[in-house]
């Protein structure tokens, strides 16, 4: 784009008036499917959400958030909070980290770009280390892509190395690690056989080792941090499966809570912990559970834990997952170049600390200070969230309201996690109290619209408490080898509910026919046009149309 031509400033609407208040809702893993038992949703008490789908035909409709709708590889890719809000606020779809990085590794460009030629300095005296998400979940990682790293580093010299694994249960069904373990394991055989010393080093859940985000529990990080690094755990075995399969066995732990372990040789010693002049890669792409665990590999000033050894390394992150602390420094690919968002309004932000449409999910930062705010409310930490699964949804919903009523900003806009992280859990009885909660907190802040003649827009990012069940083909659940439900902790391929509406609408303003695949990257025009603005011509189009009878 030439930039002396480029402007921020939006045209105005035809049509749409200015000036309303716009309260944006996204509720988060909250997906339309088929009534059953296992949609949590459909159990659930939710009379708001109810008479926004039964209120206004013309203003409900469901919109894509999975797949390449959100710029992931295929239309079996489940959609997730990074992707989902990246197209929510781009108003276009990109390519995410996922794709980049099968590209990058097909065309084997991946080898030569900056990134692996920094950490390649390393192979010839040192070990090469892999952290990162073993599953196929495809949201934060993929096992294929690991396994396409190991060969291809092989191939480029690397003789010692060690993987550290973080098994998944929540991205895909909980126990399916051992599989992955299995298959890991397999590979690094293979290697062995071609002469380079490969293992499993350390490993643990992902939800209680490394994989924290939002710094809202450093011991999790420095849980890692001791079994990678320091190559001590509590638990220590021989071999990766066995640690696996004994510690779900002893621990009753799930995959997402398997305690650190190290493996170690015969003589009880630690196989790989990490040592001055080896190589690490961190192989997820997906940026906001590697941005705690790239500071502490990287930064020399670091006083959140006690490291007691800091190795002399070369570390690249599979992306960098910071663009504004520029984290990591060298990375094997270049993150998607998303263009910012264009709004000109003041706004508020409120998010529980888990998740926002902006800045932390995706690399924006604010746009303007003097025109924005973000709150977040901090979670409860240490516990699971089906023990709360209220979460805070009701102080979420009173900022949100507070917020409106106090009529300083254009839009005020509120994520509500509760269904998407108590649906993590896999537990329904759960799922069902957090999707009242969440919908409560929709009525709060839908009233509060209606007190200053304002505008709703209410989606979600992608689904999740809407099923709770792996189901076959035919849409029939599964059972596992003892006869019980297979249950889905995971994100669904669900489309989602937008829903417009508030005495501030225009009466001719309705959802148009002429999308009906519209996803979630049309809903930033759509947003734009409720603001009184036309949206700039290379977004996705407008959801909405005004018809003037
Ligand atoms: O990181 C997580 O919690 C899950 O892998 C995906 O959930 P999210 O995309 O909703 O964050
Ligand atoms: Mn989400
Ligand atoms: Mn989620």
């Not at 489940?78 to 929510?88: C, F, I, K, Q, R």
């Not at 699964?389 to 919903?397: G, S, T």
């Not at 900022?399 to 009529?407: F, S, V, Y």
């Amino acid at each position: 784009m030439d930039c002396s031509e480029f402007s921020w400033k939006l045209k105005d609407h035809p049509k749409l008036p200015k000036g309303k208040t716009v309260g944006l809702i996204v509720l988060d893993g909250w997906g339309e499917a088929n009534p059953d038992q296992y949609n949590c949703i459909h159990v659930a008490q939710t009379p708001a959400m109810d008479s926004l789908k039964q209120g206004a035909p013309d203003r409900w409709r469901l919109v894509r958030a999975h797949g390449k709708a959100v710029g992931l590889p295929t239309e079996d890719d489940m959609g997730n909070s990074e992707v989902g809000h990246n197209a929510l606020g781009a108003g276009r779809i990109y390519v995410q980290g996922a794709k980049l990085v099968d590209l990058a590794l097909a065309s084997g460009k991946i080898f030569e770009g900056e990134g692996f030629k920094y950490i390649k300095e390393s192979f010839k005296a040192g070990t090469l280390h892999l952290i990162g998400l073993l599953s196929d979940g495809g949201v934060h990682s993929r096992i294929d892509q690991l396994l396409l790293l190991l060969k291809g580093a092989s191939e480029h010299g690397a003789k010692r190395i060690r993987v550290h694994i973080l098994t998944d249960g929540r991205d895909v069904l909980d126990g399916s690690s051992i599989g992955f373990v299995e298959t890991l394991e397999e590979e690094l055989a293979h290697l062995r056989e071609k002469g380079v010393d490969a293992q499993v080093a350390s490993g643990g859940g992902r939800m209680y080792v490394t994989m924290d985000r939002y710094e809202n529990d450093w011991d999790v990080v420095k849980r890692g941090w001791y079994a990678q690094v320091l190559g001590e755990a509590p638990y220590k075995f021989k071999n990766a499966v066995e640690a696996v399969k004994k510690l779900r066995e002893e621990t009753k732990a799930n995959d997402q809570y398997l305690p650190p372990f190290v493996i170690v040789d015969e003589n009880g010693k630690p196989v790989g912990p990490i040592e001055d002049g080896d190589a690490v890669v961190t192989f997820n792409f997906r940026a906001d559970r590697m941005v705690m665990i790239a500071k502490v590999l990287e930064y020399e000033d670091f006083d959140k834990f006690d490291r007691v050894r800091f190795p002399k390394i070369r570390y690249a992150g599979m992306l960098q997952y910071d663009g504004e602390l520029k984290l990591p420094s060298h990375y094997l690919v270049s993150p998607p170049d998303i263009e910012r968002e264009r709004m000109h309004k003041s706004r508020l932000s409120i998010a529980f600390d888990e998740y926002d449409w902006n800045p932390k999910s995706i690399q924006f930062g604010y746009f303007n200070p003097e025109m924005e705010e973000y709150v977040e409310i901090p979670s409860d930490s240490g516990i699971t969230f089906n023990v709360k699964p209220n979460m805070k949804a009701l102080e979420i919903a009173e900022k949100a309201r507070d917020a409106i009523l106090g009529g300083k900003f254009h839009q005020v806009r509120v994520n509500l996690p509760n269904s998407d992280m108590v649906g993590h859990t896999g537990d329904i009885e759960a799922t069902i109290v957090a999707c009242k909660a969440a919908d409560d907190g929709v009525k709060m802040i839908l009233d509060a619209i209606e007190q200053v003649g304002g505008i709703y827009v209410v989606t979600a990012d992608h689904g999740n408490a809407e099923d709770m069940v792996k189901r076959d083909k035919s849409g029939k659940p599964l059972l596992d080898k003892k006869g019980n439900i297979q249950i889905l902790t995971s994100h669904t391929l669900q489309p989602v509910p937008i829903a417009i509406g508030g005495p501030g609408l225009v009466p001719g303003v309705r959802f148009c026919n002429d999308v009906p695949n519209g996803g979630l990257a049309n809903v930033a025009a759509t947003v734009m046009n409720l603001h009184g603005f036309a949206a700039p011509s290379d977004y996705e189009p407008t959801l909405i149309e005004v018809n003037d009878n």
